[in-house]
């Protein structure tokens, strides 16, 4: 007699029926992964993907100073001081009410650029040092600053008038219009605290630059250039009524903003932050200078 086998058919194990479960699982994994994936906003799976494709941790392939060079502050060492502001806003004579009196932040200027300035730049800077050769006042421009991609030249006092009068007329230059003159004013500054800024555009070329003039505070006098561009005539009396600078030659400077007997100049830095108590129904603000100190 023969003996049976140990194990029955039915006993034996389904591997296809293990299959298919497997299979089912792994299908019903796969879905939801693919459900959760289509469910998350576009924008945070396009961003992983960018940062999976660029490797930067952000997603982004140009860092800010390469997207916008213009907007780069001049590097380190590549700077002139001229002073500290203590502060928000450098207050001085009177009780700091911005509650920032403790911070310290060094003043400081861009220093003089080096040739070659950059395209249009050393096409204009090379005609106007051309024409001043050709008079005999190479000496005219003290120095050339190109910084967030703007050009200066800085122009010695006596010479502006000329300067100005060049750049407008010189076919290779033709800045026909100034937009106006701005006043600065750096107190540590020695020997340059107050500044006098043009703005002046070439409409035939299409092209911007700035004129610069400093002056000591003990001789603010600048030469007028109304006489070539008659829209300075306002700007200068602005100027000087908040400034203090007094440009020689302008057929009438007079305040323009404040009353004629004023005293001082209100938008230079050691102007006092005083006033006029503003009242109120029922009550009054005091002026700056009465105002609770956060020093």
Excluded at 1 to 6: E, K, L, R, V, Y
Excluded at 20 to 38: L, R
Excluded at 65 to 71: G, I, L, M, R, W
Excluded at 170 to 183: K, P
Aim: hydrophobic share 30%; net charge negative; proline share 9%.
């Amino acid at each position: 007699m023969t003996d049976a086998p140990d194990d029955k058919p039915g006993d034996q194990p389904d591997e296809k029926h293990d299959e298919k479960v497997a299979g089912k699982a792994e299908g019903t994994s796969g879905d939801k992964t693919d459900s959760n994936e289509s469910a998350r906003p576009a924008e945070e799976r396009n961003l992983e993907k960018a940062k999976s494709e660029t490797g930067t941790g952000s997603g982004v392939t140009q860092s800010a100073p390469d997207q916008s060079p213009e907007n780069v502050p001049a590097p380190t060492g590549e700077v002139r001081s001229v002073g500290e502001r203590h502060g928000m806003f450098g207050v001085q004579g009177s009780g700091d009410t911005s509650g920032y009196g403790g911070l310290v932040a060094a003043k400081v200027l861009p220093a003089p650029s080096q040739k070659p300035y950059g395209g249009w730049f050393d096409d204009v800077a090379g005609a106007l040092e051309d024409r001043l050769e050709a008079t005999e006042l190479s000496a005219a421009i003290e120095s050339v600053v190109v910084h967030r991609g703007e050009i200066t030249f800085h122009v010695r006092r006596e010479d502006l008038p000329f300067v100005a009068q060049m750049l407008r007329d010189d076919e290779a230059l033709r800045f026909e219009f100034c937009s106006g003159v701005s006043g600065v004013h750096y107190p540590d500054d020695t020997g340059r605290e107050l500044h006098a800024v043009y703005h002046l555009m070439s409409m035939t070329h299409n092209r911007l630059i700035r004129l610069e003039v400093s002056v000591p505070d003990s001789d603010p006098h600048v030469p007028s250039l109304v006489s070539i561009y008659p829209t300075l005539d306002w700007h200068e009396r602005e100027t000087y009524d908040m400034f203090g600078l007094i440009f020689d030659g302008h057929p009438a400077l007079t305040r323009v903003l404040m009353p004629d007997d004023w005293p001082g100049h209100p938008q230079r830095k050691d102007y006092p932050l005083g006033g006029i108590p503003v009242e109120y129904k029922g009550g009054s603000i005091p002026p700056p200078d009465q105002r609770r100190s956060y020093n």
